[in-house]
């Protein structure tokens, strides 16, 4: 799995976990509905670390936390 696939699925997990829409947490994390579209749509390749630092004040969450889960033990590196 490629990163911003991973990143993608634990946003989901987050987003089912708290029973909220891609919309509501764009809002919570003072992004745009339209970047937040791209991640979990996969059309953003490269997402930018203040983004996800964005989401997880957005969860109330650390960012060690957003990792801290076995997806992201086997991620394909794509340069």
């Known amino acids: 799995m490629k990163l911003n696939e991973a990143i ?3 946003i989901f997990q987050y987003i089912k976990d708290r029973n909220i829409t ?3 947490l764009a809002t919570m994390s003072l992004l745009t509905q ?3 579209n791209n991640i979990v749509n996969n ?3 490269d997402i ?3 983004t996800i630092i964005r989401i997880c004040d ?3 969450i650390s960012l060690s936390e957003f990792f801290d ?3 992201f033990f086997n991620i394909d ?3």
Request: proline letters at 0%.
């Open 43 to 45: 059309h953003t390749k």
């Open 34 to 36: 339209s970047t937040l």
């Open 77 to 79: 590196v794509d340069y």
């Open 22 to 24: 891609v919309n509501k």
């Open 69 to 71: 889960d076995d997806i």
């Open 48 to 50: 930018k670390l203040l």
């Open 8 to 10: 993608t699925h634990r």
């Open 58 to 60: 957005g969860l109330q």
